[in-house]
């Protein structure tokens, strides 16, 4: 059963313009949500996090927004470059337990000069 | 600091076989996980370590056993080697969380391998 989906498998978007990639997530206990981004045969680096108490952090290019009431959250990333194409995974954690991660299944992002 | 290291970085087994996957961190990170990604699955755990000497199940435990001996390695060994472990294997690495703080987890760079 997938706590955490990301119903697009791929997405391309022009260099410049903005990039939103979704996730969804099924599991009320989750507080803590991450994004990572993934390059082809080297493992996922973290990028960018959000808390279940705020509903938006920034760092950057890279925004995180979390709407809790619809258990979604997407990242943007603006203005998209050529070097963010890669895969993007989000994640999601209980505060109790051993900050496990469970992932979706990723959505590959291919950003075209 | 290397980070993340594992070895090794391709492996091909028969059905049957053993192996053992070693993963080294050099950051003094309490906890550490193993992963598998299969495709359009995502990353799944298998087993993690809180610390030397512990270990726990994750999501897929099955057909697995680790060991944590020694704070910075964490060994994840495939008794009877199937096809079906055909897969990329991902260890990871976190400090121990304080408070209400996350630490987010620190990726090595994989294992591909192969069951024939």
């Known amino acids: 059963d997938q706590q955490v989906k990301q119903n697009s498998p791929s997405l391309s978007v022009q260099e410049g313009r903005i990039s939103i990639l979704n996730c969804d997530y099924t599991?009320?206990?989750?507080?803590?949500f991450l994004w990572y981004k993934k390059y082809p045969a080297e493992g996922p680096t973290f990028l960018i996090s959000?808390?279940?108490?705020?509903d938006k952090n920034e760092d950057g290019r890279f925004t995180v927004f979390l709407n809790k009431s619809a258990k979604h959250l997407s990242l943007h990333i603006v203005p998209s470059q050529p070097g963010d194409s890669a895969v993007y995974f989000c994640?999601?954690?209980?505060?109790?337990?051993?900050?496990?991660?469970?992932f979706g299944t990723g959505t590959r992002l291919t950003v075209i000069p | 600091n290397a980070g993340v290291t594992q070895t090794p970085k391709f492996r091909v087994l028969k059905t049957g076989q053993s192996m053992t996957l070693l993963c080294a961190q050099d950051?003094?990170?309490?906890?550490m996980y193993w992963y598998r990604q299969d495709p359009g699955m995502g990353l799944r755990l298998i087993h993690y370590?809180?610390?030397?000497?512990?270990?726990a199940k994750g999501e897929v435990p099955d057909g697995y056993n680790v060991s944590r001996l020694k704070k910075q390695n964490f060994l994840l060994g495939l008794e009877s080697a199937a096809p079906s472990q055909t897969s990329v294997y991902f260890c990871?690495?976190?400090?121990?969380?304080?408070?209400?703080?996350?630490?987010?987890?620190?990726f090595g760079p994989g294992t591909r391998l192969t069951v024939l």
């Open positions: 959000i808390s279940s108490i705020k």
């Open positions: 599991n009320s206990m989750f507080d803590y």
């Open positions: 994640a999601a954690s209980k505060k109790t337990g051993a900050n496990n991660l469970f």
């Open positions: 370590s809180v610390g030397e000497g512990t270990t």
């Open positions: 950051m003094n990170h309490e906890y």
């Open positions: 990871a690495s976190s400090p121990r969380p304080r408070g209400s703080v996350y630490n987010e987890q620190f």
